[in-house]
Structures are given as structure tokens and as C-alpha cells.
């Protein structure tokens, strides 16, 4: 589809979906307070990212690109029928320049890092049993209900969210049809799992499971999950076609009223990538309007150095709306001829209705 039409049907699709609001307006006076009708937002996401420290690499070229530029729009929508059952989904639109070509290393260094893409990006519908138990089908990104660390949400750096070694997991920017059970009480054990489709993100002739357990208490939560992708994956080491299968393990605590520590684990138990396991440690820091992260990442790379990738950044309430954000990252790869690469980051994030 030309880049022309898409965003024509994506600026469509959010006029008719900012108007619905006016056409329902009767009908939320009928619905209770506990059930609002509908709700929306649009939220503006962008990076721009100077590579100030080029990587001496084999494959580098006088032509190759010291910075980027990327925007995500999201507009985000729910209808709620009553208290129990609701419709909710998003619309996406990423334009720019793709980040991962700065550093060319295996963690990245943007979570909206993707080729230009726009699309319907979640629509799911969600059963509410009672308030510690929900059921949720449709197209859905695994990574916002699974394998995240909440405190560590205001890292840009991409293993923060998505662990490299979970390489089959449908999150940013390919979601899949999928349904998922959740039981969360706000404290104890909480236990959730789904099935998702692994061809494709719409085919479940192939299937990627999921299964998790969080442990809550007042200041910490404990997090152990396993994945299986019965799909179609080459080993490295001896070519047979199998099926893989991961694990993870998330921690953070609440240190104090402004420090959270967090730190994870992760392993991929067949050898079909060079990600095997992923180790991460970090901190963050809240004051009044701003908040202040800090963390280190490894990833383990078979018969080479670890890869390391370390991110410091501030955030600033600007507006109640709008947060500036600076971030400095700094990237060891794991080929031992390549140089190191520091890159310094402004992320906009803006959110209005």
C-alpha cells in the first residue's frame, strides 16, 4: 500500500473514531458510572537518536547513518457494554527512520524501532468474570500482559520490554490473534497463560503458549513464565527442524518511597539464535515531576564476548501532558573487533483527550 493511502486511512479511521464519542453521548447517560461507554486517546511517541561514538566495524561505510528520527502514533480505543464485557483496540502509525541501524547490535536501542508501517494494531474483547479474574481474545501484544517489569517502563532501550532471548514472542510490531486467562488478586499469587497464533500472527496451525506466575507483596513482585513456539526452527549446531521454548524470570522491589531496583533473567533453551540468555540489572529513581533511570543489560553470545548495552536517563514532566525525556546509551558488541558506541536520545511523549 503507498505510504500516501495508508496514512489517509489511518487519519480516517481516527476521525470517525474521535466522532463516535458524539454519537454515543445519549446512550452513556444511560450507563451507570461504573461502566463508562467509550473512551479514547492519541499518544505521541518520538525518538531521536545521534550516534556520537561510530563502531570500527568491518562493514562500516563513510555513508552509513549517525542519526535517526522516528515518530509512533497510537490512537486508543475502548467500548465498554456493561461492567463485564468490553471492546477495546488501537490504531498504530510508525514513520521515520529505523534506529537499528545506528548500532547494528542484537538488543537495539528504541523500543518503536520498526520499519514504516500503519495498521489496526489490537482488537480484543475482554470478559470480566469478577475483579480478579478476565478473559481477553483478539489480536493482542503479548508483551503488554506478559514478561514486562512495570517499573522499568520508562526505559527506551528495548530489552526493558522484550527480552532478546524470547525471539518468537507476537509483540512490537506483529501482535497475533490470541486468547489469554488472568487471575489477579492485588496481592499473592496471580497466575495467567495464552495460546497465540504462530504463523503468521492469524494461523494457529502452528501455536505459541504461554504460561506465567507472579508472587505480589506490598513492596515487591516476583515473576517466572515459560514460553513454547511449536513451530518450524532450524538448530544451528546439527540443522535438525524443532520446536523451541524459553523462560524468564522478572524481579523489582520497592527499595523505598522513590527507589525501585528490578532485575531479570532469561534463558532460550534450543540453539537456533545467537541470543542464548539475557541478564539485566537497573534502578529508578522518582522525584516530584521527573525520575531518574539507570540500568545495565548482557546478553550471552555463543563462542563470542557478551554483548552489553547500558542506559541512563531523565525524565521530565514537562505538562501534564507532554514528558521530555534525554537518554544516554552505551553499547559494547560481542564481535571483539568492533568498536564501542555511545548514543545520545530525546524521547517526546505526548498524550491528549
Given at each position: 500500500m503507498?505510504k500516501?493511502?495508508?496514512?489517509?486511512?489511518?487519519v480516517?479511521?481516527?476521525?470517525?473514531?474521535?466522532?463516535m464519542?458524539?454519537?454515543?453521548?445519549?446512550?452513556?447517560?444511560?450507563q451507570?458510572a461504573?461502566?463508562?461507554?467509550?473512551?479514547?486517546?492519541?499518544?505521541?511517541l518520538?525518538?531521536?537518536s545521534?550516534?556520537?561514538?561510530a563502531a570500527?566495524r568491518?562493514t562500516?561505510?563513510?555513508e552509513?547513518?549517525r542519526?535517526?528520527?522516528?515518530?509512533?502514533l497510537?490512537?486508543?480505543?475502548?467500548?465498554?457494554?456493561d461492567s463485564?464485557?468490553?471492546?477495546?483496540?488501537?490504531l498504530?502509525?510508525a514513520?521515520?527512520d529505523?534506529g537499528?541501524?545506528?548500532?547494528q547490535n542484537?538488543q537495539g536501542i528504541?523500543n518503536?524501532?520498526?520499519?514504516p508501517f500503519?495498521k489496526?494494531?489490537e482488537l480484543y474483547?475482554?470478559?470480566?468474570?469478577?475483579p480478579?479474574?478476565r478473559?481477553k481474545?483478539g489480536?493482542v501484544d503479548?508483551?503488554?500482559?506478559?514478561?514486562?517489569?512495570?517499573?522499568a517502563?520508562?526505559?527506551?532501550?528495548?530489552?526493558l520490554?522484550?527480552t532478546?532471548?524470547?525471539i518468537?514472542?507476537?509483540?512490537?510490531?506483529?501482535?497475533?490473534?490470541s486468547c489469554s486467562?488472568?487471575?489477579?488478586?492485588?496481592?499473592?499469587?496471580?497466575?495467567?497463560?495464552g495460546?497465540?497464533a504462530?504463523r503468521?500472527?492469524?494461523?494457529?496451525?502452528e501455536?505459541f503458549?504461554?504460561?506465567?506466575s507472579?508472587?505480589?507483596?506490598?513492596n515487591?513482585?516476583s515473576?517466572?513464565g515459560?514460553?513454547?513456539h511449536?513451530?518450524?526452527w532450524?538448530?544451528?549446531?546439527?540443522?535438525?527442524i524443532?520446536?523451541?521454548?524459553?523462560?524468564y524470570?522478572?524481579?523489582?522491589?520497592?527499595?523505598?518511597?522513590?527507589?525501585?531496583l528490578?532485575a531479570?533473567?532469561s534463558?532460550?533453551?534450543?540453539?537456533?539464535?545467537v541470543?542464548?540468555?539475557?541478564?539485566?540489572?537497573?534502578?529508578v529513581?522518582?522525584?516530584d515531576?521527573?525520575?531518574l533511570?539507570?540500568?545495565?543489560?548482557?546478553?550471552?553470545?555463543?563462542?563470542q564476548q557478551?554483548?552489553?548495552?547500558?542506559?541512563?536517563?531523565?525524565q521530565?514532566?514537562?505538562?501534564?501532558?507532554?514528558?521530555?525525556?534525554?537518554?544516554?546509551?552505551?553499547?559494547?558488541?560481542?564481535?571483539?573487533d568492533?568498536?564501542?558506541?555511545l548514543v545520545?536520545?530525546?524521547?517526546?511523549n505526548?498524550?491528549?483527550?
Amino acid at each position: 500500500m503507498p505510504k500516501t493511502t495508508a496514512l489517509n486511512s489511518f487519519v480516517a479511521v481516527v476521525a470517525v473514531a474521535i466522532v463516535m464519542p458524539l454519537i454515543v453521548t445519549p446512550l452513556q447517560a444511560q450507563q451507570t458510572a461504573a461502566a463508562e461507554t467509550f473512551s479514547h486517546s492519541i499518544n505521541w511517541l518520538s525518538d531521536h537518536s545521534v550516534l556520537t561514538s561510530a563502531a570500527d566495524r568491518p562493514t562500516a561505510e563513510a555513508e552509513d547513518p549517525r542519526q535517526a528520527h522516528r515518530v509512533l502514533l497510537t490512537y486508543d480505543f475502548g467500548f465498554s457494554v456493561d461492567s463485564q464485557w468490553s471492546l477495546n483496540g488501537n490504531l498504530k502509525m510508525a514513520r521515520g527512520d529505523n534506529g537499528e541501524d545506528l548500532t547494528q547490535n542484537l538488543q537495539g536501542i528504541s523500543n518503536i524501532d520498526a520499519e514504516p508501517f500503519s495498521k489496526l494494531y489490537e482488537l480484543y474483547l475482554q470478559y470480566q468474570f469478577n475483579p480478579q479474574t478476565r478473559l481477553k481474545c483478539g489480536q493482542v501484544d503479548a508483551n503488554l500482559e506478559f514478561a514486562f517489569v512495570p517499573v522499568a517502563g520508562g526505559f527506551i532501550s528495548p530489552p526493558l520490554g522484550i527480552t532478546p532471548t524470547a525471539i518468537a514472542l507476537p509483540t512490537y510490531y506483529d501482535p497475533a490473534m490470541s486468547c489469554s486467562v488472568f487471575y489477579e488478586p492485588e496481592q499473592g499469587w496471580q497466575w495467567m497463560g495464552g495460546v497465540f497464533a504462530g504463523r503468521d500472527h492469524l494461523n494457529f496451525a502452528e501455536q505459541f503458549y504461554l504460561a506465567e506466575s507472579r508472587y505480589l507483596t506490598a513492596n515487591s513482585r516476583s515473576t517466572v513464565g515459560y514460553w513454547r513456539h511449536n513451530g518450524d526452527w532450524e538448530d544451528l549446531a546439527d540443522g535438525q527442524i524443532k520446536a523451541i521454548s524459553g523462560w524468564y524470570l522478572n524481579y523489582q522491589y520497592q527499595l523505598s518511597a522513590d527507589w525501585s531496583l528490578l532485575a531479570v533473567w532469561s534463558g532460550l533453551r534450543d540453539y537456533v539464535d545467537v541470543s542464548r540468555q539475557h541478564q539485566m540489572l537497573g534502578a529508578v529513581r522518582q522525584f516530584d515531576k521527573h525520575q531518574l533511570g539507570l540500568m545495565a543489560s548482557k546478553v550471552l553470545v555463543p563462542q563470542q564476548q557478551a554483548e552489553w548495552l547500558a542506559e541512563i536517563y531523565w525524565q521530565h514532566q514537562w505538562l501534564e501532558q507532554v514528558q521530555l525525556q534525554p537518554v544516554l546509551q552505551w553499547v559494547r558488541h560481542s564481535e571483539p573487533d568492533w568498536g564501542n558506541n555511545l548514543v545520545v536520545s530525546v524521547r517526546l511523549n505526548w498524550t491528549w483527550f
